[in-house]
């Protein structure tokens, strides 16, 4: 952890070390010592308290940490790992200072093979547009006779002729000088005294994201911030990229937002945590038990934030948030409204401040109060894509450049010309002149092709893609359809794309889960597909290396769109949807999934246990959860599945001594919080998923899975993940909601061990249900129609059901609920039926059983006063209210002499 904290550590080592060396010097000095005891005294004093606070922050960091880790997503970086960086000399502008004028550029030493230009001039009046700073090149353009003894612009060829002479004089440069000086000006002006926000608008392809990516890497940002901040501040940087085409719901969304701004911020403010997280600070002081996954949580996070920008809430310190790709925000239009809003709202007060990019869309236009709050980067952009492209060209040709000198500048200026300010149209437009002077093509046919370019990114992607042989295109376009309908994240892996062309096959992929012997390596696969993206997408599909913390082995590669404009025209060209018609297939879910067991079948043991262990929860099984699961699958694709998966026995023979580290894995839950443990059940998984037909052939098959195992249940399954069909067809079936599975704590294994005990599946259900329902303001209404199938079985007694309650934060019971009160509070569409199923069992009961139940915790009193019950033991009733969350957590829950406490973890599959 790079914390501030632990820099702390290291001070306060160095401080104890110099305090205790210049103590110990004194005591030596027995004379010293004598005639000054105080200096020896406050010597003392310094080490005690430089000791004491060494020991509080030793104690803190651990704790810190662990608040860290559950803000922390792994994804939270991709966006800006995976983006290039600027060029060097582009977007320098931003902060240096630029001065024009004189008669030819500083790297030519000659006028020898200039290239002609009516706009040229012989002499320079050297017009001077702002101070005497290097450009953007880090060269002085000064007035005067030439100089050529100065060297060269960083990354060009001394001996390449240049026509900047005549690009920086004409009227259009100079009207971007000048446009770029305000620009400058605003920009460093907001960044060391202003307040508010300050946007970054910009045409698709622009270079927005790589402009903000430059401002958030660069020294000059972070000082500023600091005069900003002032004497007895602390200045506070933090950075959030919206990624659309990511796929993950966390990097194009509020949450996302939030936990990136907040980790970046308390990793520089660790002493913050406990102000912004106070109920797990004292969790963590006090040595309370919690479960990861449900230690800190949405609203948690969200309260953080709102706490952290809250006007005049830390006046210590000044935070400014770079915020890029707002129009990448997930939802409509006016979702994207509300988050300018919201942007609006957090930089209102003096202390908080944000710069934020994004297209120039209309739900953006009052982001700001006046247009010295705001730039459009694609109209101050030309020289940077001058030196973007020749470099381009340079770079590619270094060997060659001769061949090419007398003219390339000249087309490099025509690129600049049409580009507009787009970046990535001149890249493509460049790549397209590379590829015909790699092959010698003449100056006039390049100029032809640079004539014929279509003037806007679309048109340019069509004619990338019109070069292609119709089977080819037919081909690449599946590609592009694949990964731009794709519904899961991470993105495809690479390998997948090998077998675009067998989906039309029905029984593609082997449903035995077998590995056909026409079937490469996965590496060879992945090397395969890699050149073949390449070739036929024109570069318009990347690849890129899995990271170690999405669960694949280093070393595979997933599949995106080099620039989030492509998957835009892909979705929205005719030519392609004609495409995805003529292939219906190809964008079903079905098909991704059958793509994954590919995949699976395709991999070794290790590599299969891991992809599937790693993604099967979150993101591809569980797909439900982003949104809503696709339907029922076909019976034999999933068959496919449980091979693949089931197929895991083999490794419990004695001659594999890995048995632990390549199992397929299951979950176990706690309030609806999921986290793998043990062997996968892949019937409980179909159940979960409401896999309906699948899950009743295979209780048809073998009718004992009807009855659960006891350490896991189909109907359990179903139950807790809302599946109403699934739960009311295993019920005329034959499964019971009587049925027991084993509870035991989390850190150990379900099946052994002394702490687990059977508990029926309506109760594992119910207490699930109210725990969930106290941690958020909602829970869905199938759930409550799932109790009311559960109660309706005449064994099933809920009216003897208790709930202990414990504030948030603490494991001291304070207050009690009824299920009676739990249904009156949340007022389910259901709560008369399922208020008289509940009173079916009451009678006389209902009061012994409250009494019981309190006797339970008060022995001293008598159970047969039903006055004890009215004064509830010292127990305060709790009132939930619908539609509100809650600070009290389930802490204990009763059913009959049944006890459960909040930590018992059940095994879903």
């Known amino acids: 952890m790079s914390a501030e904290s632990a820099a702390l550590l290291s001070t306060l080592r160095e401080g104890v070390l110099k305090a205790v060396t210049q103590l110990v010097d004194k005591g030596n000095q027995d004379k010293l010592a004598e005639t000054h005891p105080n200096e020896v005294r406050d010597g003392m004093l310094k080490v005690q308290q430089l000791l004491q606070t060494l020991s509080s922050t030793m104690t803190a960091i651990p704790k810190e940490n662990i608040i860290l880790q559950h803000i922390f997503f792994s994804s939270m970086n991709s966006r800006e790992q995976n983006m290039d960086s600027a060029e060097e000399g582009t977007f320098a502008w931003i902060f240096e200072e630029e001065k024009v004028g004189s008669t030819q550029a500083e790297d030519e030493p000659n006028d020898v093979n200039r290239p002609k230009s009516s706009s040229a001039s012989t002499v320079g009046t050297g017009t001077s547009v702002s101070g005497d700073s290097s450009y953007g090149t880090g060269s002085n353009f000064n007035d005067g006779p030439q100089n050529n003894s100065r060297s060269p612009s960083p990354g060009f060829s001394k001996d390449v002729p240049d026509i900047m002479n005549s690009y920086r004089n004409d009227n259009i440069r100079q009207q971007e000088l000048a446009k770029r000086l305000t620009a400058r000006t605003n920009f460093t002006t907001w960044l060391r005294e202003g307040g508010g926000i300050f946007h970054i608008s910009g045409k698709a392809g622009s270079g927005k994201s790589t402009l903000m990516k430059f401002l958030c890497s660069h020294e000059r940002t972070k000082e500023e911030l600091r005069v900003w901040a002032g004497k007895g501040k602390k200045a506070v940087f933090a950075r959030f990229y919206f990624w659309k085409s990511s796929g993950d719901n966390l990097q194009m969304s509020m949450p996302g937002l939030h936990r990136s701004i907040l980790f970046e911020t308390l990793k520089y403010c660790p002493y913050l945590i406990p102000e912004l997280f106070q109920r797990q600070w004292e969790m963590l002081s006090n040595d309370v038990p919690y479960v990861p996954g449900d230690f800190i949580n949405y609203f948690d996070v969200r309260n953080a934030f709102e706490a952290l920008t809250a006007k005049a809430s830390f006046p210590q310190h000044r935070f400014c948030f770079f915020v890029d790709g707002l129009d990448e925000h997930e939802g409509h239009m006016t979702d994207q409204v509300k988050l300018a809003r919201d942007l609006q709202r957090w930089a209102s007060g003096g202390d908080v401040k944000i710069c934020a990019s994004s297209r120039p869309y209309i739900q953006f236009d009052k982001l700001v109060p006046s247009d010295d709050r705001r730039i459009y980067l694609h109209e101050l952009t030309r020289h940077d894509i001058y030196l973007f492209s020749r470099k381009m060209i340079e770079n590619s040709l270094k060997d060659d450049l001769e061949r090419v000198r007398s003219y390339y500048l000249s087309l490099v200026e025509k690129v600049v010309e049409r580009s507009e300010g787009v970046f990535l149209w001149a890249r493509l437009v460049i790549c397209s002149l590379l590829e015909g002077m790699f092959r010698h093509d003449k ?357 003897n059901c208790w709930f202990l309650l414990s504030e948030a934060g603490t494991r001291q019971e304070t207050h009690f609920m009824t299920l009676e009160q739990f249904i009156q509070g949340e007022k389910p569409n259901n709560m008369d039926k399922l208020l008289v199923l509940l009173k079916r069992g009451n009678g006389s009961s209902y009061v012994n059983s409250a009494a019981h139940f309190l006797s339970k915790f008060t022995p001293f009193l008598k159970e047969t006063k039903p006055a004890l019950y009215e004064k509830t033991c010292g127990y305060i009733p709790f009132h939930l209210e619908k539609g509100k969350g809650s600070r009290m957590r389930c802490f204990i829950a009763i059913y009959g002499d049944l006890r459960i406490d909040s930590e018992v973890a059940i095994k879903l599959f």
């Open 443 to 799: 100056e006039a046919v390049l100029e032809h092709k640079l004539e014929v370019s279509p003037p806007d990114i679309n048109g340019l992607y069509t004619e990338l893609l019109n070069t292609l042989s119709p089977d080819d295109r037919v081909r690449a376009e599946k590609m592009m359809l694949l990964t731009a309908h794709n519904v899961f994240y991470p993105p495809l892996s690479s390998v997948v794309y090998a077998f675009i062309d067998q989906l039309s096959d029905l029984h593609f992929p082997p449903r035995d889960g077998k590995k056909p012997v026409s079937w490469g390596s996965t590496d060879e696969t992945a090397e395969d597909v890699q050149l073949q993206l390449k070739s036929l997408t024109k570069g318009l599909l990347e690849t890129v290396p899995f990271r170690e913390d999405n669960g694949y082995v280093t070393g595979r590669c997933f599949v995106q769109f080099f620039h989030r404009t492509v998957r835009d025209f892909v979705l929205e060209n005719s030519k392609l949807n004609d495409t995805a018609r003529n292939f219906q297939n190809l964008t079903k879910v079905e098909t991704y999934y059958r793509l994954w067991l590919a995949e699976l079948i395709l991999e070794d043991l290790p590599a299969r246990v891991k992809a599937w262990n790693a993604l099967h929860l979150d993101f591809r099984l569980g797909f439900r959860l982003r949104g809503g699961f696709p339907g029922e699958l076909p019976f034999d694709l999933l068959e496919g599945f449980s091979r693949v998966v089931e197929d895991g026995d083999t490794i419990s023979k004695p001659t594999i001594d890995y048995r632990s580290k390549y199992v397929f894995r299951g979950i176990s839950c706690k309030a609806n919080l999921w986290y793998s443990k043990g062997r996968v059940s892949f019937v409980s998984l179909a159940a979960c998923i409401g896999q309906r037909e699948y899950v009743l052939q295979k209780t048809t098959d073998n009718p004992e899975l009807l009855r659960g195992n006891g350490e896991s249940h189909v109907l359990l399954s179903a139950a807790l993940n809302g599946m109403i069909d699934v739960v009311r067809a295993l019920l005329q079936k034959g499964s019971s909601p009587m049925d027991c599975v084993s509870g035991g704590y989390r850190n150990q294994p379900l099946a052994e061990g002394t702490e687990t005990e059977a508990i029926p599946i309506w109760v594992v259900f119910l207490v699930h249900l109210v725990a969930y329902r106290l941690k958020l303001p909602f829970v869905e209404v199938v759930k409550y129609q799932i109790l009311e199938l559960f109660l309706q079985d005449q064994r099933v007694d809920a009216s």
